[in-house]
């Protein structure tokens, strides 16, 4: 059975001091409800991407909690946490998307959210996603780790700081037309690399900004997509795939597995080509993640991936326009939020209602990851 | 926290792996179950090589973190005592300190590296 | 025949010059060299204490020895600075040498002389056949107050020894001489330690050596004639150099294990250390006389023959040679090795 994303919500992302993780869930499930003037009690089930409830607000339970407060425990909808550190917000939209495609639910939510600023160290939370017994023991942060990769990276292609500095410069670029992205300011490649290092060769403007926000999305079958949505956007594939959860297990450190795996099996099920994307949003919580989503996604050759960033092929009005919203880079990264928001702005781009950063897409591709890169999520989408 | 740290001591303090008797693999850190054989495998633990190379690294709140290359081809990713290093420095193998739980708790000793002069 | 059939040893890389400390404290650099015989001083790594550097020289004596260390059947660490007040740093050197679990093991404090107390104990311990070999390590980071005397000297370093049957060189004899002598002290839960000033001297540190030394001597039959070597603990260069001369030994017979000239007083370390320099170039058939001295007070007093083992057994790399891989620490920096700001 095709499923269709019939209505899409999402809050501002940023550091939202006056907004509580009850208030963003809400007002994102609230916004996606009305895109598409669903009731509520039509839902047959919810699923919530969030990391670290736990960590950074000393909530668990938070599916009971969000269904509660948006009025919906009144009906008994069954309410799931999903969680995949930073890839929580994919999987719970994956779960969603298995739950209507089943049959076994007609309308289903997929959310995510994440407050992340009520916490005192935030890239401490984060940085859970990476093996705690032996990594962290190490001393090594998230940051740390994508370092690590980027170094390599750079020693054994070439790949430069320059380059890296060239995607956040480009993603900022895009945030500057999102409302609500975080980081709405153009910044220059000098920006970059003279910003204070965090985990040499990664400066801070090669790091997402950790983000509160909230992002929702209402699926449905395709029978009934059309009688809540005129323009419903279709699910082609949604996967998800597995690596080793410590960079030291894994054989080559220059490939995600994971997101050469998913984002393989989803384009066989969707019947494409990577050249057939005509818009992405990548995974970029750190620079050097943005070009390996590239050379892994198939979009270059292994290795090439500054090469597209370098060459412009990357930006709105290239060959792939990848993360117009601004990315995580940008726009923010709300942890469990971020796989749901990705989802958003595709939607907003495949209806055509991204405004100054719309890009020109009948195919488009989310890829969403957990930590390192151990958990990916691809999910393709097509008008 | 202690017991965590107590059942991994083993394995800290020297860099003791598994090896796949079956496909003769070799893992750090310890596994209970060779990824390549599964349930066929048999992985007893095994003392790994004092030296390496540093395969990569990055410098993060003072500190070099780098993987390290070990000369049996095993990776452990540590902290490297040294004023830099580059990618393909041979380090070996000492015993430090790296934290200790506030001034009340334990001492968490583990195994860090240091170029080989 | 009992002896030493393998040593190991550790002397972290950072030093402090005495100039530097001097400076601090509105001192004359010269005057202070000249009446301690010391011109720097070792100091730990952020990340080390007397439990990493015991690690580390129990290692290289293993390594040295091809010993199975499951064949050790006794650690015992001596220390003044063991990192837990309560919990044996033997226990964490013992996991680290992967010696099994059946072993006899205590954590030692004699001040200065601990490491050769652990010596004893495991001569004593594989002479009655109890084990087979046995580790004694001395290891420190010493303590002192900042603006103290003890600043110019109070090193970091460590020297295991291992002590079994077929040595490299025998324990031919070994006698102590103790007394409730308070010339130096640490009360409980004090940070740093107190000592006599000049007190350490005549009544402690040259009573307690001389009549060790003069005990063994009596007890083997032997004169300072009959010794290739000496080695006396070294709170500073100028203390071994009397004593040598009151047991009527010439500078050249102290020179190779005068460590303390280079790394400063490494406490429980520093007489082994001192012997490991004599080891590290002995010949077979030469005779060394060890006296340690702990305040408190007590000396250990060894006579040691080397053995034609020697010859093959790998010395490199030299104790000495370790003392020239070094790195200066300013006095902040110092502070931050030693912990004292975090």
Not at chain 1, 6 to 16: A, D, H, M, N
Not at chain 1, 94 to 115: L, P, T
Not at chain 3, 184 to 194: A, E, G, H, N, V
């Amino acid at each position: 059975m095709r499923v269709a994303v019939i209505g899409v919500g999402c809050t501002e992302f940023g550091e939202l001091w006056e907004k509580s993780f009850r208030s963003i869930f809400l007002e994102a499930g609230v916004e996606a409800l009305e895109d598409c003037g669903i009731e509520g009690r039509e839902i047959g089930a919810i699923y919530v991407g969030n990391m670290s409830g736990g960590k950074f607000i000393d909530q668990e339970h938070i599916a009971a909690l969000i269904a509660d407060h948006a009025g919906l425990a009144e009906f008994g909808i069954p309410a799931t946490r999903v969680e995949n550190a930073d890839a929580s917000g994919g999987s719970a939209f994956r779960q969603a998307y298995m739950a209507v495609a089943s049959g076994m639910h007609d309308i289903v939510i997929a959310a995510g959210v994440e407050k992340v600023t009520d916490s005192a160290d935030p890239m401490g939370v984060l940085s859970t996603s990476v093996d705690q017994e032996w990594e962290r023991f190490a001393g090594a942060n998230l940051p740390a780790l994508y370092a690590i990769i980027a170094r390599l990276h750079m020693h054994e292609f070439g790949t430069t700081e320059e380059d890296l500095a060239k995607v956040a410069v480009k993603n900022h670029r895009n945030a500057v037309h999102n409302p609500k992205a975080q980081l709405r300011r153009e910044i220059k490649v000098e920006d970059v690399l003279s910003s204070e290092v965090v985990a040499d060769p990664l400066k801070v403007l090669d790091c997402a900004p950790l983000s509160d926000g909230a992002a929702a999305v209402i699926l449905a079958n395709e029978n009934i997509a059309k009688k809540f949505c005129d323009t419903p956007v279709f699910v082609d594939a949604c996967t998800q795939a597995s690596d080793y959860l410590a960079l030291q297990c894994r054989k080559d450190l220059l490939t995600m597995r994971a997101v050469l795996k998913a984002s393989r099996e989803a384009y066989r099920i969707a019947k494409l080509e990577p050249r057939q994307i005509d818009v992405a949003e990548v995974h970029d919580s750190f620079t050097i993640a943005e070009i390996m989503a590239y050379e892994d996604l198939g979009f270059v050759k292994k290795g090439e991936g500054a090469k597209l960033v370098r060459e412009g092929e990357t930006e709105i009005g290239g060959k792939i326009p990848v993360n117009p919203s601004g990315g995580l880079k940008a726009c923010g990264h709300a942890v469990g939020a971020t796989g749901i928001r990705q989802i958003v702005e595709l939607v907003l781009q495949l209806r055509g209602e991204a405004g100054k950063r719309q890009v020109k897409a009948e195919k488009a591709l989310a890829l969403n990851i957990g930590g390192t890169g151990a958990t990916a999520v691809v999910t393709v989408l097509s008008r | 926290m202690v017991p965590l740290f107590w059942r991994k001591i083993k394995y800290r303090y020297d860099v003791v792996g598994s090896y796949c008797e079956k496909c003769g693999s070799y893992y750090y850190p310890k596994r209970e179950l060779c990824p390549k054989c599964r349930r066929k495998g048999k992985l007893r633990d095994e003392r790994f090589p004092d030296e390496g190379r540093v395969l990569s690294y990055t410098i993060v709140n003072g500190k070099i973190i780098a993987m390290i290359g070990l000369n049996n081809g095993a990776r452990t990713l540590a902290e490297v005592c040294a004023e830099k290093v580059e990618i393909g420095t041979r380090v070996k193998k000492v015993f430090r300190r790296y934290g200790e739980d506030g001034d009340e708790g334990i001492i968490y000793y583990g195994t860090k590296f240091v170029p080989v002069c | 025949m009992i002896g030493i059939v393998s040593y190991g040893t550790y002397i972290p890389r950072f030093r402090i010059k005495v100039e530097e400390i001097a400076r601090i404290w509105g001192e004359n650099p010269e005057a202070i060299k000249n009446s301690l015989g010391v011109f720097e001083k070792s100091v730990p790594d952020l990340d080390e204490d007397t439990a990493t550097m015991a690690v580390e020289a129990g290692r290289e004596a293993l390594q040295r020895s091809n010993i199975p260390p499951e064949k050790i059947g006794a650690i015992f660490v001596g220390s003044e600075s063991h990192p837990y007040a309560v919990k044996p740093t033997a226990t964490i050197v013992g996991e680290a040498l992967g010696v099994g679990n059946y072993y006899y093991c205590a954590d030692l404090e004699f001040a200065c002389k601990a490491g050769t107390a652990g010596m004893q104990f495991c001569y004593a311990m594989v002479r009655s056949g109890m084990i087979e070999y046995g580790m004694s390590i001395g290891s420190d980071t010493a303590q002192s107050k900042p603006g103290d005397a003890l600043e110019y000297t109070a090193g970091a370093g460590a020297c295991a020894i291992i002590i079994g049957k077929d040595p490299i060189a025998e324990i031919e004899a070994t006698v102590s001489y103790t007394s409730d002598t308070p010339d130096f002290w640490r009360r409980d839960l004090q940070p740093y330690p107190s000592h006599g000033g000049r007190f350490t001297g005549a009544p402690a540190y040259f009573r307690h050596v001389v009549s060790a030394a003069k005990k063994l001597m009596e007890i083997c039959g032997y004169s300072e004639k009959d010794f290739d070597y000496a080695v006396f603990h070294q709170p500073n260069a100028k203390f071994p150099q009397r004593v040598a001369g009151i047991l009527g030994f010439g500078e050249e017979k102290i020179a190779d294990g005068m460590l303390v000239r280079a790394i400063g007083n490494t406490y429980s370390a520093a007489s082994l250390l001192g012997l490991a320099g004599i080891l590290d170039v002995a010949k077979p058939d030469q005779r060394i006389l060890l006296v340690s001295f702990g305040s408190g007070a007590g000396s250990d007093a060894f006579a040691i023959r080397v053995t034609e083992k020697i010859l093959s057994y790998p010395r490199n790399t030299k104790v000495w040679e370790k003392v020239k891989n070094r790195v200066y620490l300013d006095y902040a920096l110092y502070l931050k090795h030693k912990r004292m700001i975090k």
